[in-house]
C-alpha cells in the first residue's frame, strides 16, 4: 500500500478543524491508511506572498523534510499545493541539492479531490444529498493548478443531488489571503457579488473547495445571510457518505 500522508492547512487547523478531520475520514473510507505528520507546519504560503523569502525557505525546507519520503501528499487547499508544487522549486533554486527535493515532491502532492479522482479513479463514493448544491471555483485551483472538474464530478456523483449553476462561478471570491487586509473594500465588494450569485442560484449549500475561500464566504454569510450555509467540499462528501450509509 502507498503511503499517504494528509497536510492539514493553517486555516483549517487553527479556524475550521473540521476540514482536516473529514479530509481524514474520507481517505479512510476510499481505503486509504492516511498519515498525520505531527511535525507539519505552515507550508510558507503567507511568508512567500509577503516577500519574507528567507523566512519563507526555512519552511519550505521544513516541509520537504517531514513529507520527503512520503509516496503522496494530499492536501485540501489547492493555494498550499500550488506553493508546494510551483513556488518551492523557484524558492529553493539558488541551492541545487534543495530543488532537486523541491521537484520530486511537486510531482508527488495532490489537492484532495484531484487525488480522488486521477489517483484513485473514483468519482462516485457512496454519498448523498437531497438538495441543490452549487459550486465555487478557487482561483488557485483554476488558475493555479489547473483543475477545473475534479471536485464537479464528485458532486455529480452525489446520490440525490442537484448542481446548479452559479453564476460567475469562476470569478474571485474577495479573499486573496494577504489581498483581503491589505484592500478591504474591494474584497468586500466581490465576497458580496459571490454571496449574490450563491443566493441567487437558489442552491441550499455552496461547496468550496479552498478553506480561506471558505473562511471568507462563509464569514460573510454568517454576518448577512445567516440561513445559507457553505462547506468545505470534504465535509460536505463525509456527510454525504454518512447520510448514503
Known sequence: MRKVSLFIPCLADLFMPEIGEASF???????????????????????????????????????????????????????????????????????????????????????LSQFVVDVLGLEDIGASFDGKAAYHVSCQMLRGLGLSRHAQKLLNAVRG????????????????????????????????????????????????SEPGCLLNIGGYLSRNHPGKKAMHIADFLVKGIQNGG
Not at 28 to 54: A, D, M, W
Not at 169 to 187: H, L, M, T, V
Open 25 to 111: 475520514q474520507l481517505l479512510r473510507h476510499l481505503g486509504q491508511n492516511p498519515i498525520y505528520h505531527k511535525e507539519q507546519t505552515c507550508c510558507g504560503q503567507p511568508l512567500f506572498n509577503s516577500g519574507y523569502v528567507k523566512q519563507a525557505k526555512k519552511a519550505a525546507k521544513h516541509f520537504i523534510g517531514v513529507f520527503g519520503d512520503d509516496d503522496a501528499v494530499v492536501c485540501p487547499s489547492g493555494s498550499c499545493v500550488l506553493m508546494v508544487k510551483r513556488h518551492y522549486p523557484e524558492l529553493l533554486g539558488d541551492e541545487p541539492a534543495w530543488r532537486h527535493r523541491a521537484e520530486e515532491l511537486s510531482s508527488r502532492i495532490y489537492e
Open 161 to 208: 443531488t442537484k448542481l446548479v449553476d452559479l453564476a460567475r462561478a469562476e470569478a474571485c471570491c474577495g479573499f486573496g489571503g494577504k489581498f483581503a487586509g491589505d484592500y478591504p473594500d474591494i474584497s468586500e465588494a466581490l465576497v458580496r457579488e459571490k454571496a449574490a450569485h450563491y443566493i441567487e442560484s437558489g442552491a441550499d449549500v455552496l461547496v468550496i
